[in-house]
């Protein structure tokens, strides 16, 4: 891959060093490398989640194999937990209250009719706290669909989501690969959504019961936008689309799907920034969510 200079820079600021292979015969075809090191692979195991398959599930090579064929693919921290080898089952999220259907027809609503029902929400307790709703941004029909978690602050004022410094950071990491948010700069890239539109009070975690209730709103949206792949950025989106509880750092490096559209998991950007030296892996994940868009 050819990096240009604007994308270098936003490598640069993403803490992310580029690569050269120590030897020249390695067999790369990756410049860039997470700054952390090497370890071992993830597992290959598709997700169960009802009605999903993996779609390629990642097959990286063992740890002690000498020239992987994609250096800085896969780098779990040196103290995650040792992943199994076989597929294995995901932990559910227990339904505790019932996903279904907040104000009713949400799953045959238009754009128009769907923002509408958004900002009249009230279906769960965060109405209460919230200034704005965060509907979503990006082009309508997009290629990459960005799921992050709930409204900050910053979102709750301005009702656009990540426009605070993980916002910066989600940028700068769309901007490495050529992507941009504004719907009007280049055709069919970004749409970006969050799992909650209501900013949960102090920026507390959405609970269990919020999460459901603002789910049919996600699902919506990914069925407008009809997104050729979902970048999920952290625990809760991961808990909606995967039902999972699994911890990124096991979910990621595979490509998981939800109702038909692969799906990547990587970190939150908020979790980036309190935790640069994981950037690589983030940088990774983009890289394999870039892939599957090159397949497809
Ligand atoms: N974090 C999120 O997950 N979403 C936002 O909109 C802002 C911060
Ligand atoms: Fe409605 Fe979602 Fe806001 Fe709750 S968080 S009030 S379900 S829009």
Same mark, same amino acid.
């Given at each position: 891959?050819v990096?240009?200079?604007?994308?270098?820079?936003?490598?640069?600021e993403?803490?992310?060093r580029?690569?050269?292979p120590?030897?020249?015969d390695?067999?790369?075809?990756?410049p860039?490398?997470?700054?952390?090191?090497e370890?071992?692979?993830?597992?290959a195991a598709?997700?169960?989640?009802?009605?999903?398959e993996?779609l390629r599930?990642?097959?990286p090579?063992a740890?002690?194999?000498a020239?992987?064929a994609r250096p800085?693919?896969e780098?779990?921290a040196p103290?995650?937990?040792?992943v199994a080898?076989?597929s294995?089952?995901v932990?559910?999220?227990e339904?505790v209250a019932p996903?279904?259907?907040?104000?009713?027809?949400v799953?045959?609503?238009?754009?128009?009719?769907l923002?509408?029902?958004?900002?009249?929400?009230?279906?769960?307790?965060?109405?209460?706290g919230?200034?704005?709703?965060?509907?979503?941004?990006g082009?309508?029909?997009?290629?990459?669909?960005v799921?992050g978690e709930a409204?900050?602050?910053?979102?709750?004022?301005?009702?656009?989501?990540f426009v605070g410094?993980?916002g910066?950071?989600?940028?700068?990491?769309?901007?490495a690969l050529g992507?941009?948010?504004q719907?009007a700069?280049?055709?069919?890239?970004?749409?970006?959504?969050?799992?909650v539109k209501?900013?949960?009070?102090?920026?507390?975690?959405?609970?269990?019961?919020?999460l459901a209730?603002c @789910?049919p709103?996600l699902v919506r949206q990914?069925? *407008?936008?009809?997104? !050729?792949?979902? =970048? %999920?950025? &952290?625990?809760?989106a991961?808990?909606?689309l995967?039902?999972?509880?699994e911890?990124?750092?096991r979910?990621?490096?595979r490509?998981?799907q939800?109702?038909?559209?692969?799906l990547v998991?990587?970190?939150?950007p908020?979790?980036?920034l309190?935790?640069? @030296?994981?950037?690589?892996?983030?940088?990774d994940? *983009?890289c394999l969510a !870039?892939e599957v =868009? %090159?397949q &497809?």
């Amino acid at each position: 891959m050819v990096v240009s200079e604007r994308q270098a820079a936003m490598l640069k600021e993403m803490g992310i060093r580029l690569w050269r292979p120590p030897v020249p015969d390695a067999a790369s075809t990756s410049p860039l490398q997470a700054d952390a090191v090497e370890a071992a692979p993830a597992a290959a195991a598709p997700v169960p989640r009802a009605g999903t398959e993996a779609l390629r599930p990642m097959t990286p090579p063992a740890a002690s194999d000498a020239a992987p064929a994609r250096p800085g693919r896969e780098a779990p921290a040196p103290d995650a937990e040792p992943v199994a080898a076989v597929s294995r089952p995901v932990r559910l999220r227990e339904p505790v209250a019932p996903v279904g259907d907040p104000v009713g027809g949400v799953a045959g609503m238009g754009w128009e009719a769907l923002e509408d029902a958004v900002a009249n929400c009230t279906a769960c307790a965060l109405c209460e706290g919230r200034t704005r709703t965060v509907f979503g941004v990006g082009h309508a029909s997009a290629h990459w669909m960005v799921v992050g978690e709930a409204p900050g602050e910053q979102e709750d004022r301005q009702g656009e989501p990540f426009v605070g410094k993980s916002g910066q950071l989600l940028d700068n990491m769309l901007a490495a690969l050529g992507l941009t948010r504004q719907p009007a700069e280049a055709a069919r890239q970004v749409y970006i959504a969050n799992t909650v539109k209501c900013r949960p009070p102090g920026n507390r975690n959405p609970d269990p019961t919020e999460l459901a209730r603002c @789910e049919p709103y996600l699902v919506r949206q990914i069925a *407008l936008v009809k997104p !050729r792949v979902i =970048l %999920a950025m &952290g625990r809760f989106a991961v808990q909606s689309l995967l039902r999972s509880n699994e911890p990124i750092g096991r979910l990621r490096g595979r490509v998981h799907q939800f109702e038909g559209v692969p799906l990547v998991v990587t970190y939150h950007p908020a979790y980036l920034l309190r935790n640069p @030296e994981d950037k690589g892996r983030a940088w990774d994940d *983009l890289c394999l969510a !870039r892939e599957v =868009l %090159a397949q &497809g």
